[in-house]
């Protein structure tokens, strides 16, 4: 395993939580991470994300079926990141 060190950037796993029926606002924030910027504060590379969200859109069978899917989804994720829409 390497270490980074110092002023180095990293991608983050995020893990986008949202509604599917505010699913076109939530792909303007979802598509960002495709963009590389340089930071203008410290010159250094903004390098986005990895985009580990859940595309589901049919009903589940209840309450446990869902929180399974959530915790499978957000598992190798170091970011949670929680998106309220005008259908959440």
């Known amino acids: 395993m390497s270490r980074m ?11 986008f939580s949202f509604h599917y029926a505010d699913v076109m606002q939530v792909n303007n924030v979802r598509k960002s991470g495709e963009f590389k910027q340089t930071s203008s504060d ?7 994300f990895n985009d580990y969200s859940l595309w589901e859109s049919r009903r589940l069978n209840g ?11 957000v598992q190798n994720t170091s970011v949670v990141c929680v998106l309220v829409g005008s259908k959440t």
């Open 5 to 15: 060190t110092y002023g180095q950037s990293k991608k983050r796993n995020v893990f």
């Open 42 to 48: 410290t010159g250094r590379s903004i390098e986005g």
């Open 63 to 73: 309450d446990d079926a869902l929180k399974r899917l959530i915790r499978e989804g």
